[in-house]
């Protein structure tokens, strides 16, 4: 009777991910199949991923002998592991944990996605309006004209808009000069005059 009351307690028969699996798609969810019925009020699943940041999306849902547990998006290639606790139908608690490891980051894979189906390089990013900025429109221009260069460098934008503030702080400052030395010179003739 001993031996079969051993026998009787509920343990992980599978999971998805395996344990100790290497993935090179990150998973939405984690699968944890027992070998007898867990109690839904009990269960908890912690799956924590590279630098302890934690990735449970939501509270496990369990289906008689399984319990799904849904993830948000793993971003960081590494090591995660998924710790478990469930109590088996008979009272019996359950704890333990699974690991695998993700190859390729998230980011990294939806770049290459990208790419492939637009067929551009991932450092390739489209402008803000959705069209191709990389190179200007041509326009056909009469025999013997030269094309405006379309591109400054930001340093010379900015030097020319200093450059004519500078210069109206001189024509300001030469007109209140001019105006200063015109009133003195009136000054100058009423004096002469009296």
């Known amino acids: 009777m001993a031996a079969q009351g051993a026998f009787a307690h509920n343990v992980l028969e599978a999971s998805n991910p395996a344990d100790k699996s290497e993935l090179h798609t990150a998973p939405r969810t984690i699968l944890l199949d027992f070998n007898d019925k867990v109690l839904?009020?009990?269960?908890?699943?912690i799956v924590s991923g590279p630098q302890g940041k934690r990735y449970e999306n939501g509270s496990v849902a369990i289906k008689r002998d399984t319990i799904r547990q849904s993830l948000k998006p793993l971003q960081a290639a590494g090591m995660y592991v998924v710790a478990f606790r469930v109590v088996s139908a008979d009272g019996h608690p359950i704890k333990g944990q699974i690991s695998f490891k993700l190859t390729t980051s998230a980011l990294t894979a939806t770049a290459e996605a990208a790419s492939a189906s637009s067929g551009e390089s991932p450092d390739e990013k489209p402008s803000p309006s959705g069209r191709d900025?990389?190179?200007p429109p041509t326009v056909a221009l009469p025999p013997g004209a030269q094309a405006p260069s379309m591109a400054r460098p930001a340093t010379q934008a900015e030097g020319l808009g200093t450059r004519a503030l500078m210069a109206l702080g001189i024509a300001a400052l030469a007109l209140i000069g001019v105006g200063a030395l015109s009133m003195r010179r009136r000054g100058d003739v009423d004096e002469d005059g009296h």
């Open 133 to 135: 900025v990389s190179s």
């Open 40 to 45: 839904p009020r009990f269960a908890t699943v």
